[in-house]
């Protein structure tokens, strides 16, 4: 099973910050990750697919990279609807997801 | 528009069967490289993958959970059904099914698919408890 690594766990930011998530893989995934942003009581919700696709309707201020085993979500100009967990996850062996990184102000 | 709704018992005993349904709108289940899968949140944690069943009726189950899971659809009435035996209080958690897409590399000039979820349902929480 592909292991996912997220860091860090938590973030604490302010609006208007640019914040980069990282996401680590046990081995090579390709570019076969998305990237979830879910908010409390809420489905998550897909942001970011084959790395670095966004996602229909998703704002330009969220962008991913990353090949291989790393990889990274980036906000740009964090708004106040950003803070949330925010989940990779590999589809290249199976699915798995990360543990999750929480971004609080 | 797409939609997902997932329904189910939200209480259930531990040693029974569960069976969840997903209804789709606005997709086809049989849809070329379309696939619906399950996803679980237990109160707190992270997401777990669960399975997934692709347009050519290909079915796809958690390593960890495999001999647990039965996914079966009813293509007329856009439903995708997920059973899940033998539940135990660890089972509690919030069940999604989403609309999951591919892309396609070509191994051996053989398609192979790789499924990410797109859309997702607004989950439904089971709780195994006595």
């Known amino acids: 099973e592909i292991i996912l690594t997220q860091s860090p766990g938590t973030l604490s930011v302010s609006p208007g910050d640019r914040v980069s998530l990282s996401c680590r893989a046990s081995?090579?995934?390709?570019?076969?990750i998305a990237w979830y942003q879910q908010k409390p009581g809420q489905a998550p919700r897909l942001l970011i697919y084959?790395?670095?696709t966004r996602a229909t309707v998703i704002p330009a201020r969220f962008s991913g990279s990353g090949s291989g085993t790393e990889f990274t979500l980036t906000i740009n100009s964090l708004q106040s609807e950003d803070f949330a967990l925010y989940y990779c996850q590999q589809y290249e062996s199976g699915w798995t997801f990360g543990q999750g990184t929480k971004l609080e102000i | 528009q797409i939609t997902l709704k997932e329904s189910g018992p939200s209480l259930v005993k531990p040693t029974q069967t569960l069976t969840l349904t997903c209804s789709v709108s606005?997709?086809?289940?049989?849809?070329?490289?379309?696939?619906v899968g399950w996803i679980r949140q237990p109160p707190g944690k992270a997401l777990e993958w669960l399975a997934l069943i692709s347009w050519n009726g290909n079915e796809e189950y958690s390593p960890s959970l495999r001999t647990k899971l039965t996914l079966t659809r009813d293509i007329s009435k856009n439903q995708v059904v997920l059973t899940m035996t033998n539940l135990d209080p660890a089972d509690t958690a919030t069940y999604y099914c989403?609309?999951?897409?591919?892309?396609?590399?070509?191994?051996?000039?053989?398609?192979?698919?790789?499924?990410?979820?797109?859309?997702w349902g607004r989950g439904t929480a089971v709780t195994v408890s006595s």
């Open positions: 606005g997709f086809s289940l049989v849809t070329d490289g379309v696939a």
């Open positions: 084959g790395a670095s």
């Open positions: 989403a609309r999951s897409l591919s892309t396609v590399r070509y191994k051996w000039n053989r398609p192979t698919y790789y499924f990410y979820m797109d859309v």
């Open positions: 081995q090579s995934v390709y570019t076969n």
